[in-house]
């Protein structure tokens, strides 16, 4: 089951990214930047062709240059990517307690890959989805710039630091018992 997820999100992932790039509607983003303004007659200070509405901005582009649309599918795809992988990774962490036991070699080691996954992979796709958002913006409102951000949940790290711990607990449980059953 978790092995279809996985495929099922690389689909949507791969899916998504095409009919995405292909499409030729408008690009929207929303933006914190003025969230105190209020809108007088004068507007915000936006790019040619942009329309902005209410004080929390919500940016559109009509016919966007194709950075504008990587940079709006930039803030979608990793979480995508992300889950797709996490789910395999986990998927083949199941197959393993399923074929060989919980308490084993394999286990533990697909335990602390998907720790490390998560860890990483966490920050990564935030950063990449914050800068997306972030260069998008930019792109449409020059005056707010545009900079590395984090823009997503960083509590997962947690979890991943868990497994991380748990699978070098686990590894160290088997190799304590290999050396008992040696020595019995």
């Known amino acids: 089951m978790t092995l279809f997820l996985a495929l099922l999100g690389g689909l949507a992932f791969a899916g998504k ?18 969230g105190n303004a209020s809108l007088g007659p004068e507007g915000l200070p936006v790019a040619d062709g942009v329309k902005a509405t209410s004080s929390t901005a919500r940016l559109c582009q009509d016919g966007p240059s194709t950075g504008q649309r990587a940079a709006d599918l930039g803030g979608q795809l990793p979480w995508l990517l992300f889950v797709a992988l996490a789910m395999l990774l986990f998927s083949r ?10 308490f084993t070699e394999t ?10 996954f998560v860890v990483v992979g966490m ?37 991943g630091l868990a497994a991380v711990i748990l699978g070098r607990i686990m590894h160290q ?6 050396d008992l059953e040696g020595t019995i």
Not at 93 to 102: A, F, M, N, R, S
Not at 107 to 116: E, N, P, Q
């Open 173 to 178: 449980g088997v190799r304590m018992r290999e």
């Open 107 to 116: 286990v533990a080691r697909r335990l602390t890959v998907l720790g490390w």
């Open 17 to 34: 990214a095409v009919t995405h790039m292909l499409d030729d509607g408008a690009v929207c983003v929303r933006t914190d930047f003025w």
């Open 123 to 159: 920050p990564v796709a935030s950063l990449v989805v914050g800068w997306s958002h972030s260069w998008l913006v930019a792109s449409m409102a020059p005056i707010v710039g545009s900079g590395p951000t984090f823009d997503g949940p960083m509590e997962l790290v947690f979890a």
């Open 93 to 102: 962490l199941l197959d393993g307690v399923v074929k060989e036991g919980p």
